[in-house]
């Protein structure tokens, strides 16, 4: 299984779409022999879906084509030689992932023919268990709340620990206390900007690694248990199938 799952599609510091992890991107592409990327963009509300594959293309310097551009997206996802989710609103993304019957094609091809998955925002939370750690507002009606499931714990993208002086409101850290608090059994795994997951590997023999351009950790929540930061993935390692990687 070959999974990218990305806090964010865009830096300050970096220009372009996935400008920040261009590099790991297109190591994965190279090595996969992908000649063209099927984009799935249906988190993405307010720009249009064309000009989002467009940017990826340019970026990246790989065909890419969205999704909506096909009569059966099953068998756009049956087709596919990569798959990348964009960023923007998870409710509507998980809603239209569902309806549109995308769930279980895109579970098969990421695990049973090995097609390479890359996720960032939206497109990272649609890949753990559920979409309960988003950060995203309930834009649509959309009580579905099972997602892909092919990572095993849940991410909080664009996690940020800053407390903002005169907000009285909970912080990130105290939401994700709370959602350990109802789901004491679960992780979260809280990815800040710029940061990444990266699995690889043959089932059984598949590793993780997690890289931040900013050269920052990440935190694991979990009930009962002091939140910490980490610097490598042999954190995550203890609560996955998946081996340390380099």
Known sequence: MELLLLSNGKTTEHPGLLGWARDRVQTLLARKQVKRILLIPYAVIRSDWDARAQDLAESLGVETISIHQFDDPVDAIQQAEAIFISGGNTWRLN?????????????RAVRERGVPYVGWSAGCNVATPSIRTTNDMPVCSAAVLPALGLFPLQINPHYLDASISGHMGETRDERLAEFCAINPSESVVA???ASLLQISGESRGETIEYWSARGEGFKIF????????YEDARPLAALTPFQPGD
């Open 222 to 229: 979990k009930h009962g248990e002091t939140t910490r930061e």
């Open 191 to 193: 990815l800040r900007e």
């Open 95 to 107: 809603q239209l992932l569902h309806e549109y019957g995308l769930v279980v094609p895109i579970q």
